[in-house]
């Protein structure tokens, strides 16, 4: 089946006459209609195959790329999962999007996620929740659970999520996917339904680091519509690939922590590859991600207050009534956080203390070239984990909010598949402010050294 296919394999071979877009379509169709029962895409582009054939020849060949539905896309849909904007379809493309199309790739569908991005279990969505292809009996995470989800069950290529603090790196871990954060800053915001807009960052989910290498090629760099991206050039990452990475040091942090030690073992073990391909690789001591729950919940509520207050019903969508239950506990602790009096007592601490782990890590990577880590507490939780549950997504997130807050680029590869369960544990490889390409050094020679891909060595599924 042509859907299976890696980004770089489906090139290759449409380099090659070995295929045609037609039959990659319909082998994606396919395997779309198969999988409809796991609720992974919201809105089809029904125009997408007469997309592809004048999108062939373009560097990504006129392929399926699985959108996040916070993405504008102009003509289709666009609902943030929320009811609010059950109707709206945006009359322009996200930068991420239009970038996507001027390289040649063509959104094939817009895919569930926790509403408004409020989530780590894609169990917030106004639309139903979305299942994990490995095990539909537990949750494939979030936010860009779908986005996840649609890689993993090969209904695209390749896909778009974005990250606020874990939202592309928790449920690749979960799915069993690759998922670059990179660089807040490397990818433009512009278009993309905001939630915290001081660490949404957007990024690709990939079936190997190769195609998430190529993706991030095509996405980055400065956006005059977004005054949040860098003017910094954009090195092409994939010359990080196929490198060697002896003599790199590597510092494995968090591993301390109680919540960690079922797993520890499993992580060792796997992380010897590292040592055996010349790295330095040792235990290190960071600042205790329990303390950066507190800090994101703050910064993040404050600034979901003031970014759902431009949806009122006046402008575009259904009125404020339609928010989920999610989405109105969030409103009002921003909003109290925010609040005189308040403010300086919650909000400018948390952001004192977010600086705090900044001075962390700059005092970490003084010393190591990348941070490693898990990227989740554990496997995938089952259907309905997060009823009931205010704080889930901080918890399940616990790993990744230090890096997140700070600003870092990281990256999510499957480290270990439990044969039981059919679920996937990841490993989080964490590199300094603009230097992806070492992250993706380290990833991709742990992918091809290991045989924990379910697309590379014709590992299981």
Known sequence: MLNTLTLKQALDKLARNECNLAEIYADTQKQVEATTDLNIYLTMNEGAVTEAQSQAGQPLGGLPVAVKD??????????????????????????????????????????????????????????????????????????????????????????????????????????????????????SRYGVVAMASSTDSPGPIGKTVEDTAILLNHIAGQDPYDGTTSPRSVEDFTLALNQDIKGMKIGMIYFDKPELSPLKAIYEKELKVLEELGAHVEFAQARDPRQSIGVYTVVQRAEVSSNLGRYDGIRYGNDRSFFGEEAKRRIMLGTFTLSKGYSDQYYMLAQKVRTLFLQDFARLFEKYDVLVAPTAPGYAKKIGASDGSAMFGELEDMLLEPSSIAGLPGINVPVFRDGKTNLYLGLDIIAPMWQESKMIQVADAFEKNTNWNPWRNGAQK
């Open 70 to 187: 916070n993405f504008s896309t102009k003509g289709i849909r666009t609902t943030a999962s929320s009811t609010v904007l059950d109707t709206f379809v945006p009359q322009y493309d996200a930068t991420v999007t239009k970038r996507i199309k001027l390289a040649g790739g063509v959104v094939l569908g817009k895919t569930n996620m926790d509403a408004w991005a409020h989530g780590s279990s894609t169990e917030t969505s106004q639309y139903g929740r979305t299942l994990n292809p490995r095990n539909p009996e537990h949750l494939p995470g979030g936010s860009s659970g779908g986005s996840a989800a649609a890689v993993a069950a090969d209904t695209c290529i390749i896909a778009i999520g974005s990250e606020t603090a874990g939202s592309i790196r928790q449920p690749s871990a979960w799915c069993g996917t690759v998922g670059l954060k990179p660089t807040y800053g490397r990818v």
